[in-house]
């Protein structure tokens, strides 16, 4: 399975984007689609996943970002509002099976997209 995430660009702060991780063959409902970021000179970090309807969000985004997932498309979309400079980063998408209480744990995750630089500058 490839997944291919796409959407990022510059932003002013205060502004959206949607950023679009597309995979290559069907996930089934069993999959946690999650979303990781890195900054510069940063380790990368959980963002926010999705399984079966059921989201997690970490809390520096909470409230301004939202996961969604379209099974039929085999996509999954992090909208993301309120834009500010400390969401500057490349954002991977990926996708993994394990139990619901570790999905905030990269190891976990066996498939993994290029990723997509948000930049988030006035």
């Known amino acids: 399975v490839q997944l291919q995430a796409s959407g990022g660009g510059l932003v002013q702060p205060g502004g959206s984007l949607r950023l679009s991780c597309a995979a290559s063959?069907?996930?089934?409902?069993?999959?946690?689609i999650g979303w990781f970021r890195q900054a510069p000179g940063n380790e990368r970090e959980f963002v926010a996943c999705?399984?079966?309807?059921?989201?997690k969000y970490t809390d520096a985004v909470r409230g301004r970002f939202t996961i969604s997932r379209d099974t039929a498309k085999n996509t999954v979309y992090l909208q993301m509002n309120s834009l500010k400079p400390e969401d500057t980063a490349a954002y991977y998408c990926?996708?993994?099976?394990?139990?619901?209480?570790?999905?905030?744990?990269?190891?976990?995750?066996?498939?993994w997209g290029q990723g997509t630089l948000v930049t988030v500058s006035s």
């Open positions: 990926a996708a993994t099976t394990v139990v619901w209480g570790r999905v905030t744990e990269e190891e976990h995750y066996r498939y």
């Open positions: 063959a069907f996930l089934s409902r069993s999959y946690t």
């Open positions: 999705v399984r079966s309807g059921n989201t």
